[in-house]
């Protein structure tokens, strides 16, 4: 009964304890805390901690700094500038087949052995505390494609991958760039016979990395082929951010709570096992909500899929599936929140995306969080939401030390009022008490339709001449690998491309096109 005193704070997460004070001197009996007396003044929280009635009069001081997030940009003001417009694409036919849904579910997906012994040898995370009550009902339904079908084909895991990033794309507002190619993810990504089954974390990492081009440079046709099967100049290529480590958010055992706390953020690949009594597959199901009464699913029927919402009333999750337009509820199908804990294993091994852009357009600025508490970004809006965007739509609470990309655009170039180019701003809010605004100019500017005429434009290293020794040197300055500078020319002004006066991506992929010239 010597006593304590504890300090919580209330964090995104909820209430989390973060100190236990105990006297070097206490003795048995004093019951330490028995009197507590706090004062706030400004960032320094002060305690006096009593001893119990009875006891010889003791009292212990504390003070500590509150903890407190504290906002950081990476650019206060980000140009924009519009590359010479894209070459066309290659057309191809698209010759895929529906084929037997069957068996593409039984060989779809089976969770690799490193990540079925890393969950093995570690439980869940703990589901986080909810500090406020979630909403009875969320629907992410509204940016979908269209649905598709994976035909006899057993490529689930692409097509969940595809069906997650057109979602971000469509809440992006990214225009013309909805139809992603399911079959670059199933002969480019590195996935040894991705008709017999893959990994949807191959594909996240994939689009991450190279980028997924659309379905009209890369037709599906429902069976591995050779990577060279796309068209030889892509009419963009759509890159994600940030997505979820190769291992999952958890593993095959989650709980409701688990799902529907990461859907706040947006969709989410999960896996899940197939019934195979009939009541599912082919014309098995054909809507409602379903609920498995059976006792036992193989593993081979494993299957991945898109969770867009759930609904507390009628206790079910939303999902998108791969089977086409004409199974379920038009290609969808509700689950029953059993579901999670039954045979069928609902939602194991979620993975989410975020920060979807298109290669080579816009600007990243970074947010981090050098306090030491969460940094929590309440809204982001655009000022000229006509033209001028951003990714994601929202951000998750950054942890101390941490930091989110989020990536500038502009989502119509058409809609900017002439060619000398267009302001605007972004402003992001924020919990940090010190600058809970902060802004983002930013410049939009047509190319010139005349690049050689200006031809300092892209020479960084001044050897009057544009080649790829100034592409070379852009990249190295990009990666990291030059500091310093050395070998550029001291006239930075007028090689800079956009005039942010800094080499960046658009110095090098200008002089990449000097070059090629």
């Given at each position: 009964d010597s006593g304590a005193a504890y300090i919580f704070e209330k964090k995104a997460s909820g209430w989390e304890q973060v100190e236990m004070l105990t006297p070097t001197d206490g003795r048995t009996g004093d019951r330490l805390?028995?009197?507590?007396?706090?004062?706030?003044?400004?960032?320094?929280?002060?305690?006096?901690?009593?001893?119990?009635?009875?006891?010889?009069?003791?009292?212990?001081?504390?003070?500590?700094?509150?903890?407190?997030?504290?906002?950081?940009?990476?650019?206060?003001?980000?140009?924009?500038?519009?590359?010479?417009?894209?070459?066309?694409?290659?057309?191809?036919?698209?010759?895929?087949?529906?084929?037997?849904?069957?068996?593409?579910?039984?060989?779809?997906?089976?969770?690799p052995e490193a990540v079925?012994?890393?969950?093995?040898?570690?439980?869940?995370?703990?589901?986080?505390?909810?500090?406020?009550?979630?909403?009875?009902?969320?629907?992410?339904?509204?940016?979908?494609?269209?649905?598709?079908?994976?035909?006899?084909?057993?490529?689930?895991?692409?097509?969940?991958?595809?069906?997650?990033?057109?979602?971000?794309?469509?809440?992006?507002?990214?225009?013309?760039?909805?139809?992603?190619?399911?079959?670059?993810?199933?002969?480019?990504?590195?996935?040894?016979?991705?008709?017999?089954?893959?990994?949807?974390?191959?594909?996240?990492?994939?689009?991450?990395?190279?980028?997924?081009?659309?379905?009209?440079?890369?037709?599906?046709?429902?069976?591995?082929?050779?990577c060279e099967d796309r068209c030889e100049k892509p009419d963009y290529l759509i890159k994600i951010g940030e997505h979820t480590p190769a291992m999952g958010l958890w593993g095959k055992d989650p709980t409701v709570d688990d799902i529907k706390l990461a859907l706040q953020n947006g969709p989410l690949i999960v896996y899940m096992l197939v019934p195979d009594d009939g009541t599912f597959e082919g014309n098995g199901y054909k809507g409602g909500i379903y609920d498995f009464q059976g006792d036992y699913i193989s593993d081979r029927q494993g299957h991945a899929v898109l969770v867009v919402g759930y609904n507390d009333l009628q206790k079910y999750f939303k999902v998108k599936n791969s089977w086409g337009d004409g199974w379920g509820e038009n290609g969808y199908f509700r689950i029953a929140y059993n579901d999670v804990t039954d045979e069928t294993r609902f939602g194991g091994y979620a993975a989410s995306a975020s920060g979807v852009y298109v290669d080579g357009v816009g600007e990243f600025v970074a947010i981090g969080n050098s306090g030491n508490a969460d940094l929590i970004v309440s809204d982001i809006k655009s000022n000229q939401p006509g033209w001028l965007a951003f990714s994601p739509s929202r951000l998750s609470p950054i942890s101390p030390g941490g930091q989110k990309s989020l990536n500038i655009y502009v989502s119509d170039w058409n809609a900017l009022n002439n060619s000398t180019g267009n302001t605007g701003e972004i402003t992001i809010y924020s919990n940090d008490p010190q600058r809970p605004v902060v802004s983002i100019s930013v410049r939009a500017e047509y190319a010139r339709d005349h690049p050689d005429e200006d031809p300092d434009k892209g020479n960084l290293n001044y050897d009057e001449v544009v080649d790829l020794k100034d592409v070379i040197l852009a990249l190295k300055i990009l990666s990291g690998i030059q500091v310093g500078y050395p070998g550029l020319r001291p006239d930075l002004e007028a090689a800079d491309v956009n005039g942010n006066n800094r080499i960046d991506l658009v110095e090098a992929v200008y002089a990449l096109s000097r070059a090629a010239r």
């Open positions: 805390g028995w009197r507590v007396a706090a004062d706030e003044d400004g960032a320094a929280g002060r305690f006096m901690i009593g001893v119990r009635d009875g006891s010889p009069v003791a009292a212990y001081g504390h003070s500590r700094t509150a903890n407190v997030p504290q906002i950081d940009i990476s650019h206060s003001s980000v140009t924009l500038y519009k590359l010479a417009p894209p070459p066309g694409i290659e057309e191809r036919s698209d010759d895929g087949q529906d084929g037997d849904i069957a068996h593409a579910v039984a060989s779809g997906i089976v969770p079925r012994k890393y969950w093995a040898e570690r439980v869940n995370p703990p589901s986080k505390p909810i500090a406020d009550a979630l909403p009875s009902a969320v629907d992410w339904s509204q940016y979908d494609s269209p649905v598709k079908s994976q035909g006899g084909c057993g490529s689930c895991w692409a097509f969940a991958t595809t069906a997650l990033v057109e979602n971000l794309i469509n809440q992006a507002g990214i225009s013309d760039a909805d139809d992603l190619s399911e079959q670059s993810l199933l002969s480019c990504s590195g996935v040894e016979d991705g008709c017999d089954g893959g990994w949807y974390f191959d594909a996240l990492r994939y689009v991450n990395q190279n980028g997924v081009s659309s379905e009209a440079c890369h037709p599906y046709i429902a069976r591995d082929s050779g």
